[in-house]
């Protein structure tokens, strides 16, 4: 192997160096994907004793553009021969590297892998990995790279935040841009993104996951402020996520369970947090009883439904254990639609400054949310519960009147 001169860039050597059984790699434009690709499959060919080596591209044409004259250069010492026509090369030691595409599925299913790379991932189906090529790797105990440039949230995403949540080391996850290839001229980086919408050059260059947005949410509307206001009255809002889902594979998919903690007064709301997790229920009782033990809202609000019902047991019995008794009201959609509740409680706020946001570990996932919605790619559960402030909130308003007209009976309601 010494004979095949690998060099590698710094990112690459990150990937190469690493034990993990499943790599995954989202990645710009010309970072150096397709070399790390060729590399691994002829190193992890010449170690296998059994099994094949697959390179799957979402086509078969793409799979010979990409990777066949990479391979051909890359592999030339270790090469025995190779068939254009059946897209397979032999290495010395007898195994062979496939080329194959994701659109022809049917040619990949009864082998036994030893190692496969999946690149541009993003453009296949699911089901090709999930039902062909990885129980392929079951009797090897094969190995997998997953490369590629993101599609906004789709499967690959799935994946990616997979291995970024595993705590085992079966899964690991990298993100590079271009910028990281330091081969590439930065100034040529530079001018495409001149040339280019800011969605389209974070995708392609910078390797974002985020979905295309709607420009509902405009970024200049969003106001951050840390101070507290004088004023107000504290308002609790939970948009719940769906327990029966807990134990499914795809956990990553699942919505959040959004606690909304906001101060509401004549100017407008400050959402001082939103307190959010997929958590079990007595994790979820315990997340909402402290928000109120530590706010002491006015009103607490959950989402009717199934999951509401659920929570109540839970979080009934914590307030009898700690002598902590609030009413629940039940928030319900209105009769309107997702997208049309939300637009209605919160855009007209946000473009006339009513919104403010205090500064926090949750701003980055809400304004992630805020900025792509309504795309179906993208959670909504934090811009859910802060709706919900919209339906629970009561605002008294003062008014001033005369002295010598009226006499204030009551300072608190104002008569």
Known sequence: MTD???SLLPWQQQVWDSKARFKVVAAGRRTGKSRLAAYLLIVNALQAKQGQVFYVAPTQGQARDIMWQVLLEAGHPVIKSSHINNLQITLI????????????????????LKFLVMDEYADMKPEVWEQILRPALTDQKGTALFIGTPMGRNHFYDLYQLAKLEEHDTYEAWHFTSYDNPILDKNEINMAKESMSSFAFRQEYM?????????????????????????????????MAGFEEAGKKKKTRLDNTAISVVKVNEDGWWVKDIIYGRWT??????????????????AVGIEKGISKQAIMSPLTDMMKQRGNFFNIQELSHGNKNKVDRIVAALQGRF???????????WNLEFLDELFQFPNPQVHDDLIDSLAYIDQLAKVTYYYDFEQDEYE???????Y
């Not at 996951?209 to 840390?226: H, L, N, P, R, T």
């Not at 909402?288 to 706010?295: H, K, L, Q, R, T």
């Not at 204030?408 to 104002?414: C, F, K, P």
């Open 4 to 6: 095949l001169a690998i």
């Open 351 to 361: 473009e006339h400054g009513a919104i403010k946001l205090n500064e926090g570990d």
């Open 281 to 298: 229920f007595e994790e979820t009782a315990e997340a909402i009883f402290d928000a109120v033990a530590e706010y002491e809202p006015v």
């Open 408 to 414: 204030i009976l009551d300072e608190v309601a104002g």
């Open 93 to 112: 030691n007898g195994t062979i590297i496939s080329l194959k595409g994701a659109d022809r599925p049917e040619t990949m299913r009864g082998v036994s």
């Open 207 to 239: 390797a974002s996951f985020e979905a295309q947005g709607s420009d509902i949410f405009k970024e200049e509307w969003v106001q951050m402020s840390d101070e507290e206001p004088d004023i107000g009255d504290y308002y609790i809002a939970i948009d």
